[in-house]
């Protein structure tokens, strides 16, 4: 099959798999099951999550194996595109994220002195579906056998630098998910830059950089209401790229004294348009409300399948965040109305 071809398969499957998604109704007649079973049996019935809630018994599942068999719904999703182009150079960009995301989990434990029980949080599917040495992270017992680990990784050299930085200790799970994800953001635009070009590799820049801002965003404005964190201290959570909003408003907003004056300086810049003025309390529900109209409207415009399958991962993992909001909601017997705030939809 021609990179041509398997262009044109990729989008045509990208486009029915997303005719199967879950509906404003759908989420709605969710709202109003009593349990994490009753959820559970009606995704069984939809043609979204039916494949992979097969066999499952709703009398017995409980909220942490709903989302393991969730999520892998979209990993087996993308595992059936690689399919139609097992070269594709996207599909490196989506599995270094589920290995980075794998690699801040182990760090997390290893911190709290519990890194026996990571192999054990690691989902089932990714177990033989990634790169990763799984085995030597759970086996590592401190920062410099960790590293020895992640030496054969893209993750390697960045880990090591880290290291460095702070004398060998392993600094906040927060500074070590923005070095590390810095690394991946530098491989994915050079994915980009190597393999596409003119208005195509524009719109996936643009799609990857608004990752970038809207994660930047929210952690500065959390660590200047939760923390009252000075600029130094919050810059080392940040990720240091830039697209719309640029260097010099970032650190303008770092710099502001407190969470009104970050407000403030905000709706001054062009970062407002991604967060509700009257939200920001829950400035992740504005930003991902933003990055989905971004993508609705790249997946609904694009001949690019490169730049529909970017924007296609965003909606589907926006749409299982909306799931496991609904799930932890009734399995609190919080209010309809209250979950329904939360859920994020055009």
């Known amino acids: ?24 109704q759908n989420f709605e ?14 995704l069984k019935n939809t043609a979204r999550f039916a494949g992979c809630l097969t066999g499952v018994q709703e009398s017995t599942i409980h909220r942490g194996q709903l989302e393991i068999l ?22 490196r960009i989506y599995y270094a994220r589920i290995e980075l995301e794998q690699i801040i989990s182990c760090i997390g434990y290893l911190r709290d002195g519990r890194q026996e029980q990571f192999l054990v949080s690691v989902p089932g599917y990714l177990l033989d579906g990634i790169g990763l040495d799984l085995d030597g992270m759970v086996r590592a017992r401190d920062a410099a056998q960790l590293a020895r680990v992640l030496d054969r990784t893209r993750y390697g050299k960045a880990f090591r630098q880290l290291l460095a930085d702070y004398h060998g200790a392993l600094p906040s799970l927060s500074i070590c998910a923005a070095r590390l994800g810095l690394q991946y953001y530098q491989d994915a635009l050079g994915i980009v830059e190597r393999n596409y070009d003119g208005a195509e590799r524009e719109q996936l820049r643009r799609i990857l950089l608004t990752q970038v801002e809207v994660k930047n965003l929210t ?6 209401r939760y923390f ?10 940040v990720i240091p790229l830039y697209y719309s909003v640029r260097r010099r408003t970032v ?14 300086l905000l709706r001054e810049t062009r970062a407002a348009r991604a967060v509700n003025p009257q939200d920001f309390q829950f ?13 609705h409207k790249a997946f609904q415009f694009t001949t690019s399948p490169a730049v529909a399958f970017l924007a296609f991962l965003t909606m589907r993992e926006i749409e299982l965040s909306n799931v496991l909001s609904i799930v932890e909601g009734v399995r609190y017997s919080v209010p309809a109305d209250e ?5 994020v939809m055009l």
């Not at 952690?219 to 200047?224: A, E, G, Q, S």
């Not at 009252?228 to 959570?237: E, L, T, V, W």
């Open 29 to 42: 007649e969710m709202l109003h099951k009593r349990s994490v079973g009753e959820i559970a049996a009606y």
């Open 339 to 343: 979950i329904r705030g939360l859920l």
């Open 70 to 91: 969730l999520g892998r719904a979209l990993f087996e999703e993308v595992g059936r595109l690689k399919g139609y182009d097992r070269g594709g150079p996207l599909f």
């Open 219 to 224: 952690v500065v404005y959390r660590m200047k």
């Open 283 to 295: 400035i992740e529900h504005s930003t991902a409300q933003y990055s989905l109209q971004m993508c």
């Open 251 to 264: 650190e303008r907003l770092m710099a502001a004294p407190d969470a009104a004056a970050f407000e403030r």
């Open 1 to 24: 099959m021609t990179r041509a071809t398997s262009s044109r398969a990729i989008g045509a499957k990208l486009h029915a798999m997303y005719g199967r998604r879950l509906t404003t």
């Open 228 to 237: 009252g964190a000075d600029a130094s201290r919050i810059a080392q959570r």
